[in-house]
């Protein structure tokens, strides 16, 4: 078996309540315990402008890679950043995403972990990749599930053959991007054990497709299984301790269904407390711990010394409360003509903590949602359901009318599901992110909608419902992203003629936090006019602009920030009803040695800047270059500094 290799430790510095202060909580974690904003009944409308900042608007173009999607925010960078399991480059698992405002994205990196990390554990089945970063060491922990090695089966999970023999792994990283080092060469030290399972897999035939016809015949199997984990999602939760969700592979859980007289393979939903060392430590080398009464909760008197077998909390599960969307797939043996088991699935969960003062007695109570998935993703009827509890390890209760989100035809979007919760930084929105389809023939893409814990709903137990507001039309940025500022690497352009006839600058538009919008991202643009035609065209790709001279004299390109609605038309980007844009005035005529800056005349501006060059406080352009090199010998040095000054005179 895998040794548990860290001891256990209590943590010393809990949060606080996210009601009484988003920023103490901020500060130690940015992760899961909500501070989600309730939905009041003044609030506003799906729709509506929720940024008075600006006018933009964002619409969900289904562009992005990304199945089973985590999204955190880094307020060091000011950028979001989406983690999910493709949309890694060669060489990489898990693709990494950053955006400044939720929506608009880019590639971050490669990927989050290498393939050749030299603590590689896993062989295939790397899912649902989920980041935290403690805000006190400065580190970011990716918890993933893969399979197992082959040669690392049988010791894990007592059968060389155990066909989905998955686990989950924690890595490293000190930045978001990556890449995130395996912590260490084995997954989490924690082996959950059903004692009271029969193994009906040891009395099936070798397809493993169809299971024993009665529940006598059943019971003759074996007892007890290791359990296959996938699918982590830590919560955080406000007083200091830790919990990890799980999803039980469906292999190896064959359910015996009295309603319908059969066998079906199920997934379900688990959890653990963790404990909270590895949190703690500055080094990040520590790799997370189950607490000490699940080790072993569920081993035997007869089971020897060296056997582990470990407890867990059963969270969600179709028996426990049986709701009828999540049998789209009870009957796929017979559908397929025994191609697909009868199966059912609750996975790709998420847990968040909400205050709520449900008895009207001015005292805020804590109420803890959590998000999961049922069925396949390529079903018409998976989607996204939740149950609430007053404990974060339950009991729970789903919500009467799950799903809240599912797919939707008229607005084509399907395999809506496995998301993940972000709350802006200024507490005041909150959105749901998944993966959807634009086709049911398509891959999965991200998706952003935003997510409302609705006071004036209340369900059947007086608790606020949450509801998503799904949706392919415009929508406003998520708060906080605005006001946008654009710059431009050059304060003037001149275009030399004998040299050439074009000249290039670089353009950025930045979000209030300073992040970069991906101007290469089509729901952006940079659209550029010029003054005057007769003197120059210009053109923009991504944020380089090139300007072309058509003949000599003097003129002013325009810059405007734009962004695309929905309906196939960009629109000029406002900060509080100003458009947002920059003019950069161009000469196009015969090279001027000295004038540095390409302003039109040679002045203290050039020598200054040349002496900041020769001094190494500043980087000049190519362009800026050449004409900084007045005596043409391939250098700017003092000597050319001594012509500018006879220039001035």
């Known amino acids: 078996m895998f040794r548990k290799k860290t001891k256990q430790t209590e943590r010393k510095n809990c949060m606080k309540r996210w009601k009484k202060s988003v920023g103490a909580l901020l500060a130690v974690m940015i992760a899961v315990t909500a501070a989600i904003p309730a939905v009041s009944a003044t609030s506003e409308l799906p729709g509506t402008a929720s940024d008075s900042e600006t006018n933009a608007t964002y619409y969900n173009n289904a562009t992005i890679p990304a199945a089973d999607p985590y999204v955190l925010y880094d307020d060091d960078s000011g950028y979001y950043y989406a983690y999910s399991t493709d949309g890694a480059n060669s060489g990489y698992y898990f693709g990494v995403y950053r955006s400044p405002d939720l929506v608009t994205w880019e590639k971050a990196s490669n990927g989050a972990i290498q393939r050749n990390d030299p603590n590689q554990w896993g062989s295939t089945w790397f899912w649902a990749p989920e980041v935290y970063k403690n805000e006190e060491t400065g580190l970011f922990y990716i918890f993933y599930s893969a399979m197992l090695k082959p040669e690392l089966r049988e010791e894990a999970f007592a059968y060389a053959d155990f066909e989905e023999a998955c686990k989950i792994g924690v890595a490293v990283s000190e930045t978001p991007e990556g890449p995130f080092h395996i912590i260490d060469d084995e997954p989490i030290d924690y082996y959950p054990y059903d004692p009271d399972y029969y193994d009906v897999n040891l009395i099936m035939d070798e397809k493993q497709m169809k299971p024993p016809a009665s529940l006598e015949e059943g019971m003759t199997a074996p007892k007890g299984t290791?359990?296959?984990?996938?699918?982590?999602?830590?919560?955080?939760?406000?007083?200091?301790?830790?919990?990890?969700?799980?999803?039980?592979?469906?292999?190896?859980?064959?359910?015996?269904?009295?309603?319908?007289?059969?066998?079906?393979?199920?997934?379900?939903?688990?959890?653990?407390?963790?404990?909270?060392?590895?949190?703690?430590?500055?080094?990040?080398?520590?790799?997370?711990?189950?607490?000490?009464?699940?080790?072993?909760?569920?081993?035997?008197?007869?089971?020897?010394?060296?056997?582990?077998?470990?407890?867990?909390?059963?969270?969600?599960?179709?028996?426990?409360?049986?709701?009828?969307?999540?049998?789209?797939?009870?009957?796929?043996y017979e559908k397929y003509n025994g191609g697909k088991k009868d199966r059912r699935w609750a996975e790709g969960s998420t847990t968040l903590k909400y205050y709520y003062d449900k008895d009207g007695d001015g005292e805020d109570e804590a109420i803890y949602y959590i998000l999961y998935s049922c069925n396949n993703y390529e079903n018409e009827n998976y989607g996204v359901g939740y149950a609430v509890a007053d404990n974060p390890l339950g009991p729970w209760d789903k919500y009467d009318l799950n799903p809240i989100l599912s797919q939707d035809e008229e607005l084509s979007v399907y395999s809506t599901g496995h998301g993940s919760f972000i709350t802006t930084p200024d507490g005041t929105e909150s959105y749901y992110v998944y993966h959807g389809r634009s086709s049911t023939t398509g891959g999965r893409r991200l998706y952003t909608d935003r997510m409302y814990i609705d006071e004036t709903k209340l369900d059947a137990d007086g608790n606020p419902v949450i509801w998503v507001d799904q949706s392919t039309s415009d929508r406003p940025v998520p708060s906080g992203t605005a006001p946008y500022t654009m710059r431009a690497d050059v304060d003037t352009l001149f275009i030399d003629i004998e040299e050439g006839n074009s000249a290039s600058f670089s353009v950025d538009i930045e979000s209030a936090s300073g992040a970069k919008l991906p101007l290469a991202n089509v729901?952006?643009?940079?659209?550029?006019?010029?003054?005057?035609?007769?003197?120059?065209?210009?053109?923009?790709?991504?944020?380089?602009?090139?300007?072309?001279?058509?003949?000599?004299?003097?003129?002013?390109?325009?810059?405007?920030?734009?962004?695309?609605?929905?309906?196939?038309?960009?629109?000029?980007?406002?900060n509080e009803g100003e458009t947002v844009f920059i003019e950069i005035p161009v000469t196009a005529g015969e090279p001027v040695f000295g004038d540095v800056d390409g302003d039109g005349q040679v002045s203290k501006s050039d020598m200054d800047l040349v002496e900041e060059y020769i001094l190494g406080n500043v980087e000049l352009t190519e362009q800026q270059f050449a004409r900084a090199d007045c005596n043409e010998d391939g250098a700017v040095n003092v000597l050319d500094l001594v012509r500018i000054r006879k220039a001035i005179g």
């Not at 200091?240 to 359910?255: Q, T």
């Not at 590895?278 to 997370?288: A, H, I, R, V």
């Open 226 to 332: 290791y359990i296959p984990t996938i699918d982590a999602n830590v919560f955080f939760d406000d007083d200091g301790r830790m919990y990890l969700y799980y999803s039980r592979n469906a292999y190896r859980n064959w359910v015996w269904d009295e309603d319908l007289g059969k066998y079906i393979e199920e997934s379900n939903i688990y959890a653990v407390e963790l404990n909270t060392d590895w949190w703690d430590d500055p080094t990040g080398s520590t790799m997370p711990t189950v607490k000490e009464e699940y080790i072993n909760a569920n081993k035997s008197p007869e089971d020897t010394e060296d056997v582990r077998k470990d407890g867990y909390v059963p969270i969600i599960n179709y028996a426990g409360e049986k709701q009828e969307w999540e049998n789209a797939h009870v009957n796929d």
């Open 523 to 574: 729901l952006n643009r940079v659209q550029a006019t010029v003054a005057d035609e007769d003197i120059a065209d210009v053109s923009v790709d991504g944020g380089n602009v090139t300007v072309t001279s058509k003949d000599a004299g003097s003129t002013t390109i325009t810059l405007t920030y734009q962004r695309l609605s929905s309906s196939g038309e960009y629109y000029d980007v406002q």
